[in-house]
């Protein structure tokens, strides 16, 4: 092909896709857009729409981003997540200059390091939506149901289950002024990337982290699944299998010694999903998550 010719194709596919971005106001990943700057599913890196939302008078857009309890409205920052515990999020986006005639975002939230996933579960309704990603990958996007006056927006955040290991959130804004087309806006030039710490579990702050392993994980149709943990004191532990909600599926009660010891684990029942494997005894306790596939 003609380096000129392909030169100007993706040029103009660069331009679709930020026409697209807030031109589309019921949110650029419902239309199959992507551009939180996050690590890319395929790989890569997810752009952004500021090489084309740039022409504005708004500025860039300043991001703020806070959590509260579910229900309550006491929203803060936060550095360290507790597994499993649902939380409302709010992004505020603001403005430098002249003020924007409407709003919109998009976040997602996954793993750190190598390989990052959608961590934990988003949900929303009103004026913010949870979209998918590019099919089987497995992302979602909580992003502006249509552009808005507000701006401030807000969704739900179910934490993932323990042993999921720190999360990163990617977060974008954009300042339009509702004419058609990509001229006029301003929108992100880079995400606000959030970094949460995994904290412990509720009631379980005070626990002693054994050190153990789960193999093979993941779990494959068929395969025994079987615990290894170093023991540091001799009692009576409490074996159990939950799902992410918290629902016991299986436990068993045995007598420890110190020192290493090996466990099957009962997961002829469990179906493909993810689930929290637990071992403890008093302050003593293992906790990592199984996926069986």
């Given at each position: 092909m003609n380096k000129n010719i392909y030169t100007y194709l993706l040029l103009a596919?660069?331009?679709?896709?930020?026409?697209?971005?807030?031109?589309?106001?019921?949110?650029?990943?419902?239309?199959?857009?992507?551009?939180?700057?996050?690590?890319?599913?395929?790989?890569?890196?997810?752009?952004?729409?500021?090489?084309?939302?740039?022409?504005?008078?708004?500025?860039?857009?300043?991001?703020?981003?806070?959590?509260?309890?579910?229900?309550?409205?006491?929203?803060?920052?936060?550095?360290?997540?507790?597994?499993?515990?649902?939380?409302?999020?709010?992004?505020a986006v603001g403005y430098m200059s002249d003020a924007p005639a409407g709003y919109g975002f998009q976040t997602q939230i996954l793993t750190s390091g190598a390989n990052p996933t959608t961590a934990g579960t988003l949900t929303a309704s009103g004026p913010v939506r949870i979209s998918n990603g590019p099919n089987g990958s497995g992302r979602r996007y909580a992003e502006q149901s249509q552009i808005s006056n507000d701006s401030s927006f807000v969704f739900s955040w179910t934490a993932p289950d323990a042993g999921t290991g720190a999360v990163d959130i990617y977060s974008v804004g954009n300042l339009v002024n509702r004419a058609q087309g990509m001229g006029?806006?301003?929108?992100?030039?880079?995400?606000?990337?959030?970094?949460?710490?995994?904290?412990?579990?509720?009631?379980?702050?005070?626990?002693?982290?054994?050190?153990?392993?789960?193999?093979?994980?993941?779990?494959r149709p068929g395969q025994a699944a079987t615990l290894r943990v170093d023991v540091l004191r001799s009692g009576d532990y409490q074996l159990q299998v939950t799902d992410l909600a918290g629902r016991i599926l299986t436990r068993s009660d045995q007598y420890l010694a110190t020192g290493s010891q090996t466990l099957n684990l009962n997961v002829a029942s469990l179906v493909p999903g993810v689930y929290v494997v637990s071992l403890q005894s008093g302050a003593d306790a293992f906790v990592q998550r199984l996926v069986v596939e």
């Open positions: 596919g660069g331009l679709l896709a930020c026409v697209t971005f807030l031109g589309n106001s019921r949110g650029a990943a419902s239309a199959g857009n992507y551009y939180t700057g996050a690590p890319s599913a395929a790989g890569g890196t997810e752009g952004t729409c500021s090489t084309c939302h740039r022409s504005g008078s708004f500025g860039e857009p300043s991001l703020e981003l806070l959590f509260a309890d579910a229900g309550s409205d006491d929203f803060a920052a936060l550095t360290a997540y507790e597994p499993g515990k649902e939380y409302q999020v709010k992004l006029g806006d301003n929108g992100s030039s880079s995400p606000l990337i959030t970094a949460l710490a995994e904290g412990q579990p509720s009631g379980v702050n005070n626990l002693v982290r054994l050190s153990g392993a789960l193999f093979p994980n993941p779990l």
